[in-house]
């Protein structure tokens, strides 16, 4: 299946997009989307055990299902002052 998800900060920078769409299969958890996203931008490796999920505005585990029709987000860690 296809997902959506919407991606933030410099995980948006390295994909060059804000969205970017994903094949998953059908029984697809947050664990997937993470992997499909890095297996397209091998470039985020460094940032995945730090990238956190929200699927229907609501933070995601590795273990939450996703459908084509949720609304999944890509946070990645921000620092500030």
């Not at 804000?18 to 297996?39: F, H, N, P, T």
């Not at 929200?54 to 500030?80: F, K």
Request: hydrophobic share 50%.
């Amino acid at each position: 299946m296809r997902v959506c998800v919407k991606l933030f900060a410099a995980v948006r920078d390295i994909a060059g997009d804000e969205k970017v769409e994903l094949e998953v299969s059908s029984d697809a958890d947050i664990s997937a989307v993470r992997a499909a996203l890095i297996g397209k931008w091998p470039q985020l490796e460094p940032y995945a055990q730090f990238l956190n999920f929200a699927v229907n505005q609501t933070y995601a585990t590795a273990a939450t299902r996703v459908a084509a029709d949720d609304e999944i987000a890509c946070i990645p860690p921000v620092s500030g002052g």
